[in-house]
């Protein structure tokens, strides 16, 4: 409740290969930040801080349009299952 994680991967060659790593944090979960102008997220991708909108424009860019569909989480057999079946 706090941090949240985007991590990019691609098959190659039959292996895993993370592409790239995005995550978001709540930095003051019981919202007593009065700062002007507060988020009250702080956004990395790839390990640099980046504002929300370049954050979801590079994860759009990477899985939006169809290019990811989204699932509740499975196995690694499952994974394999659905490749093969595509």
Avoid: C
Avoid at 4 to 12: E, L
């Amino acid at each position: 409740m706090g941090l949240y994680f985007d991590t990019i991967y691609s098959i190659q060659n039959g292996a895993f290969m993370q592409l790239h790593s995005g995550q978001f944090e709540l930095r003051d979960p019981y919202g007593t930040s009065y700062e002007e102008n507060d988020t009250n997220y702080q956004y990395t991708w790839d390990g640099k801080q980046i504002l929300k909108a370049e954050y979801d424009q590079k994860l759009n860019q990477e899985v939006g349009s169809g290019k990811a569909a989204y699932e509740a989480m499975i196995t690694k057999s499952e994974v394999i299952t659905k490749i093969a079946n595509w």
